[in-house]
């Protein structure tokens, strides 16, 4: 075979396939094993061991499309993310993470790195002069994740590559909001990123599941403590996991399409204050976000002008879904005070700029004028209620 660059949607579909040798049928058999032949073998399988033939193949998949040498995929985003950790750092370590983080991360770190004696500064904002203020010779580790959540903030992913190079520090990225379909940090010379397979490689709400991607060197330490904390995904999720990234491509760029078109629809709306989207002009971060994005995904938030409830906004919708987690081929809407960010005490919300008629949007693939429909609607009917009371 000549060795022509795949397409993305190529990769999608037959990246990491496994040939059915049997039977010749068109998609990649489902192994259950838990026992594999261990004398005159090269590798002991074992599912703990990350290297079932299931895991083995999706991995492929997985490293092709975040352009690194290997990959794993773990039994949650959090496993990927904790075991990445923990196998780089040691005690009297420290690592850099970016202010505004996906909460489950903050929370491991902050609950459990002091019993390690793993030292952590959160940065106080997202420019560079913010990480390098806060290295110290002990620092490790830099770790970031953009967009972020929920305001959409962009942290320049060349200049913390760059940083790390040149202090010989590890970096790593959450890609889970962009997805590789949207942005791939290793191009920029990231050392590890790490997905939140829950969200769009499984694309239909129904798996939770982690990834990990970086050289083969780096995945080698990740095994090292992974075979041993144990945190691998079922063969039967891994199997639907492989399912569901097919259509990876198609779903990202018909979400993201979507959302474009949305946010500016959001943001002429008279009844909404503010648009958070990368993708948007106005969004202070817009030209950084154009030289690493290839677009600007599928996620934004939005506010409410004052008046508007917005729990009332998100009951009166019928078509989008007023749930949690994100990324699913389905519209849902949530609200960062009450969910995601609801561990936050009001000051430290009100410091991030996250209000109470803030809504976060993970927008689906539904034809857009019915989603559009479906927020006007509720905005209607919410409003008169508002006028009427
Ligand atoms: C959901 C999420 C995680 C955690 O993933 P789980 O699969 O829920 O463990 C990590 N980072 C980001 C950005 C997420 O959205």
Redesign the pocket.
């Known amino acids: 075979m000549t060795k022509q660059k795949l397409g993305l949607n190529t990769i999608c579909t037959h990246v990491g396939d496994i040939k059915d040798e049997q039977f010749n049928g068109a998609v990649s058999p489902i192994y259950l094993s838990t026992s594999y032949q261990f004398e005159d073998v090269d590798v002991l399988r074992y599912p703990r061991y990350f290297n079932t033939p299931n895991q083995e193949y999706l991995s492929k998949k997985i490293a092709a499309l975040e352009h690194a040498e290997a990959a794993m995929i773990f039994g949650?985003?959090?496993a990927a993310?904790s075991t990445s950790l923990m196998a780089f750092l040691s005690a009297g370590d420290h690592i850099v993470l970016q202010k505004d983080l996906?909460g489950?991360?903050r929370n491991l770190v902050e609950t459990q790195f002091d019993r390690y004696h793993i030292e952590y500064t959160f940065t106080e904002g997202l420019k560079l002069s913010d990480f390098e203020k806060v290295l110290q010779p002990n620092t490790k580790m830099i770790y970031i994740?953009t967009p972020s959540?929920p305001l959409l903030k962009i942290v320049d992913i060349k200049e913390i590559a760059d940083l790390s190079i040149s202090r010989n520090i590890i970096s790593v990225i959450?890609n889970?909001?962009a997805s590789p379909v949207i942005q791939n940090p290793i191009d920029f010379g990231i050392d590890i990123v790490i997905h939140?397979a829950?969200?769009y490689f499984g694309g239909h709400s129904d798996i939770?599941?982690?990834a990990v991607a970086s050289t083969q060197e780096h995945i080698s330490t990740i095994w090292n403590l992974a075979k041993n904390t144990g945190g691998s995904l079922s063969d039967f999720t891994v199997w639907m996991l492989e399912r569901s990234m097919k259509t990876l491509g198609i779903r990202v760029r018909t979400q993201n399409r979507n959302a474009k078109k949305i946010a500016r629809f959001l943001e002429r709306h008279e009844r909404i204050n503010k648009v958070y989207y990368p993708g948007l002009k106005s969004h202070p971060d817009y030209k950084l976000a154009k030289t690493q994005m290839k677009s600007f995904g599928a996620m934004l938030s939005f506010e409410l002008i004052e008046g508007i409830d917005a729990s009332a906004f998100l009951k009166a919708l019928n078509l989008i879904k007023p749930t949690m987690?994100?990324a699913g081929v389905e519209s849902t809407m949530l609200l960062p005070y009450k969910a995601s960010h609801a561990l936050l005490s009001q000051e430290e919300r009100d410091a991030q700029g996250i209000t109470d008629r803030l809504i976060r949007f993970s927008v689906g693939i539904e034809s857009r004028k019915d989603i559009i429909q479906d927020i006007e609607q509720a905005i209607l009917k919410t409003s008169s209620k508002v006028l009427i009371n």
Do not use: H, P, V
């Open positions: 949650s985003g959090m993310i996906y489950g991360t994740e959540n959450d889970t909001f939140s829950t969200k939770c599941a982690g987690s994100l």
